[in-house]
Every structure is written in C-alpha cells, then in structure tokens.
Nanobody, 129 residues
C-alpha cells in the first residue's frame, strides 16, 4: 500500500511562488511514475505535470516554463515548484503515483488520471485576482 501526503499549499499573490511537496510511504518510490493534477469546483481533475522513473518530465502547455516537477528518491518525496503564479492556477493540487513505471508505457498515459493507482488528499493553492 502506498500513501501520499501533500503539503505546501496556501494563499499567494499573483507573480509569487510556491513549492508543493508530496511525501510517499510504502513501496519503492524510485520505481514509481509520479504526477500532479489539479481540480477546481465543478471541473474535472486535470493533468499538470508528471515525472517518470527515468526522470523524464511532462507538463501541460499552460504551465510549461513556470512549473517544475523534481523528485527526491532518497526522501521519497515529489515536489512541484510553481513560479509566476496566476489566478487561474487556483485549485486543489493532488499528487498521484503509479507503481512500477515501465519504459513501454505510452507518453499519453502519463497525462491520464486513470493511469495512476494512488492519490493524496490534495492541497489548496489560492491566487487572488
């Protein structure tokens, strides 16, 4: 069983920065594919960024050049560095994990909610307009 706990959310003015953390427990974190998703009221949970076991990274176009998704396998922790925050970044941010990442998986699979087996409870990010 894998448990994910997010932290680091808060209220930040536009143009500011935040670093979200996702602490994992349980199985071998280094073999996981990890992702960040976000959700606003009434909307579906949407892909933000992912990092594979190989450390390849993927981002939704709207956050490229502003978001970075590093991981620290020794600490079993995933991060999301968010820079140049915008009001439209306001959402609950969720960490997700897929155990046993495999090089044969398609690129598109990392963008899909259904790929990920484990989810955290989310952390709120608010950027006032």
């Amino acid at each position: 069983q894998v448990q994910l706990v997010e932290s680091g959310g808060g209220l930040v003015q536009a143009g500011g920065s935040l670093r979200l953390s996702c602490a994992a427990s349980g199985r071998t974190f280094s073999r996981f594919a990890m992702g960040w998703f976000r959700q606003t009221p009434g909307q579906e949970r949407e892909f933000v960024a992912a990092i594979r076991r190989s450390s390849s990274t993927y981002y939704v176009n709207s956050v490229k050049a502003r978001f970075i998704i590093p991981r620290d396998n020794a600490k079993k922790t995933l991060y999301l560095q968010i820079n140049s925050l915008k009001p439209e970044d306001t959402a609950i941010y969720y960490c997700a994990a897929k155990g046993e990442d495999n090089p044969s998986y398609s690129l598109s699979s990392y963008y899909s909610r259904t790929t990920y087996e484990y989810w955290g409870q989310g952390t709120q990010v608010t950027v006032p307009s």
